[in-house]
Each structure stands twice: as structure tokens, then as C-alpha cells.
């Protein structure tokens, strides 16, 4: 294992250094980054979209002074956009331009060497000199053929390149992989990484978040915003509104200059929190029939867990 000095004293210093940068996370969320800066370890991170899954990868990265090098995967990602490729049509140049004077050995040699590997997001955070925060995102969407290479990087740090040989990380990166579920990961993967899980915060968070990310808004709107935010999340939608989604709620109406949320003005605004028609009309309902929900005094009982985004 490389020998790296750690980059937090402690876990406070890990949570307080992302309220800095406005991320609020909680002692889950701030001991699971210890823990992987300490023990070396990636961490999957899990839960629903929009609750600040891939913005705590670029939190860290900006606490940290470090280069953020980030694989957006996607069905059909391979070793040639995750990894490295060969230049081919540089390569075939040079065969062009070798013409007859060299032997196949030769330019064989010449054909596969640094000059002419491109590489890509895992080698290049592999390579780096320089601190890196590697976000491998929505990693779910990764066929299981394509975890292979993943595995060697997050257990040993390295890249195995049979023209090159193996290529062994200068520094330990701090990797972090995103998932929305949609997929099941492998457990080879899974064993290889420290598990957190971020779900939709409870309301004295989520009321905290929006007062920290929002400009003007103040004490009483943010109050309502997540109290509204979550009795709608209690409804039965094919999508609940993500942190993301109050955030832009929460600014659209400071920039309307609304300063008390009534049925009129959410359902004007509905299209900035929801996505699909059926859960608009579903929400826009529910308020015109319990107005009493604006107000938040129907909100419930605040029973959620703690989370960031």
C-alpha cells in the first residue's frame, strides 16, 4: 500500500471544512470520508437522485485544493473511453512513414509506447502527480463486463496495459462512485468499497440547506419550502422532488419575491419541483383540496433521517 499522509486530522475537520464549501453533512456522511481517506478505501454512495450523491465528490475535491477527474458512465462504456486506447491512426502513419527500412520488431516497439496512448479518465487519475478526487458517476449504468478494469483500480490502484505493463498509482486518489440503483452492483465491487447511503433529509436539514444555498430567501420562506417539499415527497409520485429540485423551487420564488407560498403560486411554480404531468396535477389537487398543507402545518411529524447535499 502506498505510504500517504492523511489529508483530515479528524472527523470534525472533515465536516467543518464542508460547511465551508455549503455542503452540510451530517457524522455519517463526514466519518465515511474520513474512513476512505484513512483506510485508502473508494466509496459507493447510494440513494436517490438529487441528494448530493456527485456534489460531495466535488465538495471534497474543493476543500482539499485537488484536481476533480470524473467518468460519466453510461450504457455501452468501455475499457477505450474509461481507460486508455491506442492511437490507431497516428499508429498507421508511422507504419506509412517507416516504409520498408525497418524491421516489424521495430516498429512494433515504436507503434506501442506513451507517444501514442490516449488515455482516459481512470488512467489519467492513476498517473496524476498531483492530489485527484476521482468521481466514477452513476456508475450503475456500467455493464458488468466493464467493471473488470474497475476492480484492479479501486483493490490496488493500478492499471495493467499488456503492451506497457502495469502502471502503479503515485498517490492514492480519493474515488467515489454515485449510483442511483437502477442496477445491482457485483459484490466484487461492492467489497472493494466503503458503503454510504444519502437519503432525502429530514426537515431541519433540508430547511438548513435551503437558507445556506439560497440568496435572499429568508427564515419563514425556507421554512415553508421544506415543509411543502416534504408533504409532497408523502404523496404517492412517480418522482419525488430532490434536494436539487426545492433548491430551484426555493430560488424561483425569491425571485418572483414571493414571501409566503399560497395554492395560487404553487401551482404556478409546480413545473420548477415536479417533472411529469400526472404528478403536477396529483400535487396541484392535494393543495386545492388540503390548503392547510401551504402553511405547513400538515406536514407531519418530522421522522426522516439526516443526509447533505
Known amino acids: 500500500m502506498i505510504e500517504q499522509p492523511p489529508r483530515f486530522a479528524d472527523l470534525d475537520s472533515v465536516r467543518n471544512s464542508l460547511a465551508d464549501v455549503n455542503y452540510l453533512a451530517d457524522d455519517g456522511i463526514a466519518g465515511v470520508v474520513y474512513l476512505a481517506d484513512r483506510l485508502g478505501k473508494p466509496v459507493l454512495v447510494e440513494g436517490p437522485a438529487g441528494t448530493g450523491k456527485t456534489q460531495l465528490a466535488k465538495s471534497v475535491a474543493e476543500i482539499l485544493g485537488a484536481r476533480l477527474i470524473r467518468l460519466q458512465c453510461y450504457e455501452g462504456l468501455d475499457e477505450s473511453k474509461a481507460l486508455y486506447e491506442w492511437n490507431y491512426k497516428k499508429q498507421l502513419l508511422r507504419i506509412q512513414t517507416e516504409g520498408d527500412g525497418a524491421s516489424w520488431n521495430e516498429v512494433e516497439d515504436d507503434l506501442f509506447s506513451e507517444e501514442f496512448l490516449l488515455t482516459r479518465p481512470l488512467l489519467e487519475a492513476i498517473r496524476a502527480e498531483e492530489p485527484v478526487v476521482l468521481l466514477i458517476d452513476e456508475v450503475d449504468r456500467v455493464e458488468v463486463e466493464t467493471e473488470a478494469p474497475l476492480l484492479e483500480i479501486l483493490s490496488d490502484y493500478q492499471v495493467s496495459i499488456p503492451e ?15 449510483s442511483n ?45 421544506a415543509r411543502i417539499v416534504r408533504s409532497i415527497r ?3 409520485l412517480k418522482k419525488n422532488p430532490s434536494v436539487s429540485e426545492t433548491l430551484d423551487w426555493a430560488r424561483t420564488l425569491v425571485l418572483l419575491g414571493i414571501k409566503q407560498i399560497d395554492a395560487k403560486t404553487a401551482t404556478d411554480t409546480a413545473n420548477v419541483l415536479l417533472k411529469y404531468r400526472s404528478d403536477i396535477e396529483k400535487v396541484v389537487k392535494e393543495f386545492a383540496e388540503n390548503p392547510v398543507e401551504l402553511t405547513g402545518a400538515g406536514a407531519g411529524a418530522d421522522t426522516g433521517t439526516g443526509t447533505a447535499t
Do not use: H
Open 181 to 225: 440503483g437502477p442496477r445491482e452492483l457485483s459484490e466484487a465491487l461492492k467489497r472493494r468499497c466503503l458503503y454510504l447511503y444519502i437519503d432525502y433529509p429530514d426537515l431541519e436539514r433540508e430547511r438548513e440547506i435551503v437558507s445556506t444555498k439560497v440568496p435572499g430567501v429568508d427564515a419563514n420562506l425556507a421554512d415553508q419550502v
Open 164 to 178: 506497457l505493463g502495469t502502471v502503479k498509482a503515485l498517490q492514492i486518489p480519493l474515488v467515489f462512485l454515485p
Open 234 to 236: 408523502q404523496l404517492d
